[in-house]
């Protein structure tokens, strides 16, 4: 599925189920609330931290998955096509990190 697909799904979604999409703030704010749930399984995985009780069964994949479906909310209702804006995005690094990163000595 392309970005562009994945935004038609989410669109689709919300007006066959989700009644309307959240305001832009709201949904902000719930981008910050996924990205929090993604961080604590990161943490708890990879970082010092010890899974509770009620965090081990948590699946990483599907809070990346709500993560990247409110970016798909917000992309919608502000117009925004991401395949487009991540194609220019990806442009920008090759040019402005072309050599940052080969010639970083912290990273060998």
């Not at 703030?25 to 990161?42: F, K, Q, S």
Request: overall charge negative.
């Amino acid at each position: 599925m392309t970005l562009e697909e994945a935004q038609k799904k989410v669109d689709q979604w919300i007006k066959t189920y989700g009644v309307r999409y959240f305001n832009e703030l709201t949904n902000m704010a719930i981008l910050t609330e996924e990205v929090g749930e993604l961080a604590r399984i990161m943490a708890r995985t990879y970082g010092e931290q010890s899974f509770k009780e009620g965090d081990k069964d948590r699946d990483m994949g599907d809070e990346m998955a709500d993560v990247l479906w409110v970016l798909l909310c917000i992309a919608n209702q502000t117009g925004i096509n991401l395949t487009e804006a991540f194609e220019k995005n990806l442009r920008k690094k090759e040019i402005r990190d072309k050599e940052r990163h080969i010639n970083n000595s912290k990273l060998y």
